[in-house]
């Protein structure tokens, strides 16, 4: 139901051909002034109201009888146009995001709520926001609220960064990855990742003969010596520590050699 339409009651059928049917329509239970007919035009004092009807029937020899019927839901006010809003600034944490509205029915005032992932941000109702730690890697966007009185309130959300990146993007590498056991033909290598300059990370492998020659397919944590790694001098892993926002960072093990052969 919106302002301007005409609502109309309806009486269900019955063979009381003298049956006398009053109607009152209500706004939110209250009668409205005047309105006893059986339609009724919604006007500006009924947005965000609930309307109703009260009708009541009388015949002769029959009991009179009473029946009210409530909307499901509040009228609502005319219509705002909405504008296109656009959020500037670069997604890095430290940095501002601004959003302009757009251009709104005139009179139109504007409320705002970044969200995280969706999820809207505490205590932020600005049209700026300043990207925080929490925002790294997270999805970041701005609800933006169009009201003006007698018009139903609208609201639109723009994504303002698809995935925030930190102030300084890169994953460093503190401590060098380091290799278990001894390089005998047969035997396991085992790797440890090291330590890093950020928490929560995941890790790639990658083996290496004499630093740089790739080993096909050798890319777990572990890695069997064989008989063709005895040809060079050493063995070493590198290790790709990887965090969503973050530049992935890299540490080469110090190496490991001569191969020896396998015991008997």
Same mark, same amino acid.
Not at 10 to 28: E, F, G, H, K, S
Not at 180 to 198: D, I, K, N, R
């Given at each position: 139901?919106?302002?301007?339409?005409?609502?109309?009651?309806? +009486?269900?059928?019955?063979?009381?051909?003298?049956?006398?049917?009053?109607?009152?329509?209500?706004?939110?239970?209250?009668?409205?002034?005047?309105?006893?007919?059986?339609?009724?035009?919604?006007?500006? +004092?009924?947005?965000?109201?609930?309307? !109703?009807?009260?009708?009541?029937?009388? *015949?002769?020899?029959?009991?009179?009888?009473?029946?009210?019927?409530? *909307?499901?839901? @509040?009228?609502?006010?005319?219509?705002?146009? @909405? !504008?296109?809003?656009?959020?500037?600034?670069?997604?890095?944490?430290?940095?501002?995001?601004?959003?302009?509205? !757009?251009?709104?029915?005139?009179?139109? %005032?504007? %409320?705002?709520?970044?969200?995280?992932?969706?999820?809207?941000? =505490?205590?932020?109702?600005?049209?700026?926001?300043?990207?925080?730690?929490?925002?790294?890697?997270?999805?970041? +966007?701005?609800?933006?609220?169009?009201?003006? $009185?007698?018009?139903?309130?609208?609201?639109?959300?723009?994504?303002?960064?698809?995935?925030?990146? $930190? %102030? %300084?993007?890169?994953?460093?590498?503190?401590?060098? @990855?380091?290799?278990?056991? =001894? $390089?005998?033909?047969?035997?396991?290598?085992?790797?440890? $990742?090291?330590?890093?300059?950020?928490?929560?990370?995941?890790?790639?492998?990658?083996?290496?003969?004499?630093?740089?020659?790739?080993?096909?397919?050798?890319?777990?944590?572990?890695?069997?010596?064989?008989?063709?790694?005895?040809?060079?001098?050493?063995?070493?892993?590198?290790?790709? +520590?990887?965090?969503?926002?973050?530049?992935?960072?890299? !540490?080469?093990?110090?190496?490991?050699?001569?191969?020896? @052969?396998?015991?008997?």
């Amino acid at each position: 139901m919106t302002v301007g339409s005409t609502l109309s009651a309806v +009486a269900p059928p019955n063979d009381l051909r003298w049956t006398l049917i009053t109607y009152q329509w209500l706004r939110n239970g209250t009668p409205v002034a005047g309105a006893t007919s059986a339609t009724y035009q919604l006007t500006d +004092a009924d947005i965000g109201m609930t309307i !109703g009807l009260t009708s009541h029937g009388e *015949a002769d020899f029959y009991q009179n009888a009473s029946e009210t019927f409530m *909307a499901e839901t @509040p009228v609502k006010g005319y219509s705002l146009a @909405p !504008g296109a809003p656009v959020v500037s600034g670069t997604g890095r944490v430290g940095s501002v995001l601004t959003v302009a509205p !757009g251009t709104w029915t005139r009179g139109t %005032s504007h %409320s705002y709520r970044w969200l995280r992932n969706g999820d809207v941000i =505490a205590g932020t109702s600005a049209s700026s926001y300043r990207l925080t730690e929490p925002d790294r890697g997270q999805r970041i +966007a701005v609800r933006v609220t169009g009201s003006k $009185p007698l018009f139903t309130s609208l609201t639109k959300t723009v994504l303002g960064a698809r995935s925030v990146a $930190p %102030s %300084s993007a890169n994953v460093h590498n503190r401590t060098l @990855p380091a290799l278990t056991s =001894a $390089p005998v033909v047969g035997t396991v290598l085992q790797a440890t $990742p090291g330590t890093w300059s950020q928490p929560v990370l995941s890790y790639r492998y990658k083996w290496l003969r004499d630093r740089s020659i790739p080993i096909s397919g050798a890319t777990g944590s572990s890695y069997t010596v064989t008989a063709a790694d005895a040809a060079f001098r050493s063995l070493t892993v590198k290790v790709c +520590a990887a965090k969503r926002g973050w530049t992935t960072g890299t !540490g080469l093990s110090a190496p490991v050699g001569r191969m020896l @052969p396998a015991r008997w």
